[in-house]
């Protein structure tokens, strides 16, 4: 309640011993993290199930209070995923309403399942499964994505189109090479992911507050039955480290402006004036009152969801970067910044798969594109190095001649009278021709990485391989 009255001032039921009252209202509210982390409920119950296998395994707990605990943590998870269960903000967060419900469920057994374990070890576990997942998730997106542009790449591994740099026309290039670059780009945000999840398979359960406890746990035991690699192996470090997180959205945020560029590019591309793709009708929007507009929202939404990404990144950096060893209270803030990331992201790569998916790519219109402004002055002055032997410099300048002549006539290079270009330079013959055309252009740039098509294909083989 934000009037300030406290809903109840009895005190808390898990540590009521030390406290005469319960919290203010205020208190509460500000205090409460269910609202958020019961999307946690899961790998909570999976942690405590993996606990207590553990505590009874060692003898800690009896085998008996094992399966009460067991069996009662199995009921939870049902009644949470069949909607019956009734969180409570009075019990503060995942952890407390879970195990308040064991209670009521099987009685005092439920006291010990917290035996050689605190919330802050608990919340560390819960969360980096739940990151860990989030990344695995990622990896299959990522892999779509890649797998639609590896289509696209193929089926226009000739299509030519301009190449830009400034946004202004510089050489031809295919736009199946250009695909290809933004495989390269998530293929690196996919390899980011991969590393990341190695980086973070250790196990924190049984750090307790942050000291360890006294009791003989095997922490082997636990990081086995929920699949990390091992255990952390500092108890200061497991309950105040959230690299995890930091790391999923310092990954997120790259892959967003990556995704964000591409979606610049497809607005550009869908304008009237470019006119290189038309989106289809599932991945495009209506004007309600300009008849004849299709706009591309998604896009337009992909590019703006950068922006909440990088905000959850800065925010909890800021969140993390003055905070002494081990855990403070300010660590609760981490999960919402992740959760809304992982959202947007997860939308925005599957939005831009289906954009790529389903684009009409309009050939021609690339490829009238890909003659102007000039494109193949670099293949002349190239042409003029290897075949009159002049220095790349003097080719550049009487390259610069001919655009200028050619500007001033208003036609292309191609149109130029051979006797205008031999006014240039007198070494240059009829075969000079042969190089200005865009296709003869980007077919010449076979060095490793080029856009010469037969570079592209062998390009997409090699990520068919790796996806
Ligand atoms: N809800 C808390 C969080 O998200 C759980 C850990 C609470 N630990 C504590 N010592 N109060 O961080």
């Given amino acids: 309640m934000a009037d300030g009255t406290s809903e109840t001032k009895s005190s808390n039921q898990m540590w009521g011993g030390r406290f005469a009252s319960g919290p203010d209202a205020i208190m509460e509210e500000i205090n409460a993290s269910i609202g958020f982390d019961k999307k946690l409920y899961a ?14 395994h060692q003898g800690i707990i009896s085998a008996d209070d094992k399966d009460k605990i067991v069996h009662g943590l199995n009921t939870i998870l049902s009644e949470i995923e069949s909607g019956q269960f009734e969180f409570s903000r009075r019990l503060e967060d995942i952890h407390m309403n879970v195990e308040a419900r064991l209670a009521t469920l099987i009685g005092p057994a439920a006291g010990r399942l917290h035996t050689a374990r605190s919330r802050n070890d608990q919340v560390a576990l819960d969360f980096r499964l739940w990151v860990k997942e989030e990344l695995q998730k990622t990896d299959t997106a990522l892999t779509a994505l890649i797998a639609a542009f590896l289509d696209r790449a193929e089926e226009h591994a000739d299509t030519v189109m301009p190449g830009f740099t400034h946004l202004q026309t510089a050489q031809p290039v295919t736009f199946g090479h250009h695909c290809m670059a933004y495989v390269e780009m998530f293929g690196r945000d996919r390899s980011r ?15 307790a507050a942050l000291a360890g406890t006294g009791f003989p746990i095997d922490r082997h035991m636990t990081a086995a039955a929920l699949g990390f690699r091992g255990p952390t192996r500092n108890s200061i470090d497991t309950v105040s480290d959230r690299d995890f997180a930091l790391e999923f959205l310092s990954i997120a945020a790259i892959a967003a402006t990556h995704l964000s560029r591409l979606a610049e590019e497809i607005v550009i591309w869908s304008t009237p004036q470019f006119g290189f793709i038309r989106l289809s009708d599932a991945f ?11 706009n591309p929202d998604a896009a337009e939404l992909v590019r703006a969801k950068t922006g909440r990404v990088n905000g959850s990144l800065i925010a909890l950096l800021t969140v993390m970067k003055g905070l ?43 490829k009238a594109a890909a003659g102007s402004g000039y494109s193949t002055a670099t293949d002349l002055a190239d042409w003029l190095v290897r075949e009159a032997g002049l220095p790349f410099r003097d080719a550049h300048h009487a390259t610069g001649h001919a655009v200028a002549l050619a500007e001033e006539r208003g036609c292309e290079l191609a149109e130029l009278a051979l006797d205008d270009l031999k006014a240039i330079n007198p070494a240059i013959t009829e075969k000079v021709y042969d190089v200005l055309t865009v296709e003869a252009s980007v077919a010449s740039r076979t060095s490793f990485g080029g856009t010469a098509p037969e570079n592209v294909r062998r390009q997409i083989a090699w990520w068919r391989e790796r996806n």
């Fill in 284 to 294: 495009s929007t209506g004007s309600s009152i300009m008849p004849q507009k299709k």
């Fill in 324 to 366: 002494p060893l081990a855990y403070s209270k300010d660590m609760q803030e981490d999960k919402e910044q992740v959760f809304d990331a992982a959202e947007s992201l997860e939308l925005a790569i599957a939005a831009m798969t289906g954009m790529v998916r389903d684009m009409t790519i309009r050939v021609d219109r690339m």
């Fill in 193 to 207: 992911v991969r590393h990341a999840i190695e980086h973070m398979d250790e196990s924190p359960i049984g750090a």
């Fill in 43 to 56: 790998q909570d119950i999976r942690g405590s199930i993996a606990h207590a296998t553990m505590l009874a």
